[in-house]
């Protein structure tokens, strides 16, 4: 089977080519992740926290080299890769903890002795996006297996390198080779096969919505589980109360983050009309100075888009008709540079202000008051997550009720901390990932019941 080439983003060379995983292929995968469940799930609770405990531990001592393939591979700042890494070891040492905590309960019922287990669903698919391959990967695969599941893993295309040296860590740290597998290699081919695949209990994908509602209706089709993490077009509120230097100051940073390939950026700045001029010069500088360029150097805080092809999705948002209020910097030449971009569209119909155009493009937009501020950050479908800045406690409570989203901070444009749940109200997603109850999307309930 040909080879797939992997492009370093900021400056289209190829970085290493890469197998491609057949159907076939897939499906013997996923018959050895399937008859290595029964061992896996046996392995007494306190051996399956320490194996993933050093997992967590071999990953913490290869930040390095992780973080530097996910630079020369999707094009991330190096500061942003080591975090990225880190936060796979912090997830792993977190459900660590997980095997010797799955305890049931003891419910008092008539007649007898009744008690719950939680029992694990089996094989576990995991299909990751390219714009953060090592979090998202895993979100899913650390739960899956603390809670006895075997998984397979199958990475972006785009981006493939950094979940196979995953798995090398995996197997260096004791894991059983066919307890997690990476199967890079089309959507099409390898994620469907898990979407089709019987002896596939669950899928834990990430990516769009319109792939997204494919793979739903697909699980359906099994009443197979699945988790769905998808797009957001989420709201940075800005009150007039709010400490407006520091939320222009901080704004471009809640969108251009990993150069607004961000399911929670703040791609939409709702400011109160009688603040909105005072912000805009605010933020202008801002943007300005956020250094774009070379991922490798530490002082980089945005890196390049992923492809040539998202590129021009991106690009055909911002063409000669677009309302462009100011741009950034970026570098010419190699590499598939965008300029942060600050646009002004008329209204929320305007697609610079409904789209996830998933780059560095943020869209203004005044609102008149409280109402009207809830009322246009629950204009669109998606509901992932959002900010709100105000320095009116009450105010910051009463909105934070009415935005339709799984993730909001005030004052605060982070939406991702692996101590709690994470996910998306409406069209964007279906679920929790991360937090305390997380392995609970990967077990069954079992209600005993004992005649006494
Ligand atoms: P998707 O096409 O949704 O890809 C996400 C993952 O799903 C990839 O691993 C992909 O494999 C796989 N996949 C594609 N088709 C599949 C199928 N029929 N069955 C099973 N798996 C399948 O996203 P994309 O093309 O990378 O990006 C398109 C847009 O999606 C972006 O512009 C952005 O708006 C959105 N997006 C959102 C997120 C988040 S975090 N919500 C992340 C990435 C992208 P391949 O790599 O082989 O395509």
């Not at 492009?7 to 897939?26: D, G, K, L, R, Y």
């Not at 990967?137 to 006895?148: C, D, E, Q, T």
């Not at 979940?163 to 099409?188: H, M, N, T, W, Y």
């Not at 002082?299 to 008709?321: N, R």
Request: hydrophobic share 45%; glycine share 10%; aromatic share 8%.
């Amino acid at each position: 089977m040909t080879t797939f080439e992997v492009i370093n983003p900021a400056t289209e060379e190829v970085v290493s080519s890469v197998e491609p995983t057949s159907a076939e292929e897939t499906d013997a995968a996923i018959a050895r992740a399937h008859a290595a469940f029964p061992a896996w799930r046996a392995v007494d609770p306190g051996d399956r926290a320490r194996l993933l405990r050093r997992f967590a531990d071999a990953v913490d001592a290869d930040i390095e080299n992780l973080a530097a393939l996910e630079v020369a591979n999707a094009g991330h700042t190096i500061g942003n890769a080591r975090w990225e890494a880190g936060n796979v070891r912090d997830v792993l040492t977190y459900y660590s903890a997980s095997p010797e905590r799955l305890s049931g309960k003891q419910i008092p019922v008539p007649g007898g002795v009744n008690m719950t287990f939680h029992e694990p669903l089996g094989v576990v698919g995991v299909i990751v996006p390219w714009n953060f391959p090592m979090p998202i990967a895993g979100w899913g695969f650390a739960p899956a297996l603390a809670a006895g599941n075997t998984v397979v893993l199958k990475p972006a295309e785009l981006t493939p390198l950094t979940a196979i040296r995953l798995g090398e860590l995996a197997r260096e740290s004791g894991i059983p080779e066919d307890v997690f597998q990476v199967l890079p290699g089309k959507g099409s081919v390898v994620g469907q096969r898990f979407v089709d695949h019987p002896a596939v209990r669950k899928v834990v994908f990430t990516g769009s919505t319109e792939v997204g509602k494919q793979i739903m209706a697909g699980c359906a089709a099994r009443v197979k589980r699945v988790t769905l993490e998808l797009g957001g077009k989420n709201a940075n509120i800005v009150f007039a109360d709010a400490d407006l230097e520091k939320a222009a100051a901080t704004a471009p940073y809640g969108v251009f983050d990993n150069a607004g390939q961000d399911c929670c950026a703040r791609s939409l700045i709702l400011v109160q009309s009688s603040v909105y001029e005072k912000f805009m010069e605010l933020l202008e500088p801002a943007v300005n100075g956020v250094v774009v360029g070379d991922p490798r150097l530490e002082v980089t805080e945005m890196g390049p888009l992923i492809s040539a092809g998202h590129h021009a999705k991106v690009s055909s948002y911002v063409d000669d008709a677009a309302p462009v209020a100011f741009r950034g910097n970026a570098p010419v030449g190699p590499g598939y540079w965008f300029a942060p971009t600050v646009v002004t569209p008329p209204d929320l119909r305007h697609p610079l202000a409904s789209d996830e155009i998933f780059g560095p493009v943020v869209a203004v937009v005044p609102f008149a008051d409280e109402t009207d501020a809830v009322t246009m950050a629950n204009h669109t479908e998606y509901g992932l997550s959002g900010s709100i800045w105000t320095r009116d406690v009450g105010r910051a409570f009463r909105v934070a009720r009415g935005v339709e989203a799984g993730n909001l901070s005030v004052n605060s444009h982070s939406s991702v901390r692996y101590w709690t749940p994470f996910g998306g109200f409406k069209q964007s997603g279906l679920g929790r990932e991360l937090g305390p109850d997380a392995v609970d999307a990967f077990t069954e309930t079992k209600n005993l019941f004992i005649n006494t």
